[in-house]
């Protein structure tokens, strides 16, 4: 959709990564998102149907948000 495919990496990333996905999301496919989570070794992290993730849909600084944010940053000092 975006013609980003042939610079998506399909490989572990070097560091702790988190992919937050919705079931039903207009721009990617919940299934892709497990993919992408699964080359990269993230943690995948089911809204369930929450649309596509964005500020502006309602996905603001919310406490659930911030959780996943410290929890990341804690795996990746634990990394060092």
Do not use: M
């Amino acid at each position: 959709r975006f013609e980003v495919e042939e610079i998506i990496p399909h490989h572990r990333l070097d560091r702790p990564t988190v992919l937050v996905a919705s079931h039903d999301d207009q721009l990617i496919s919940l299934d892709r998102t497990k993919q992408l989570a699964s080359y990269w070794g993230s943690e995948w992290v089911d809204l369930g149907p929450a649309g596509h993730i964005t500020a502006e849909g309602g996905f603001g600084r919310g406490p659930y948000g911030l959780r996943i944010l410290v929890d990341l940053v804690e795996r990746i000092e634990g990394n060092l």
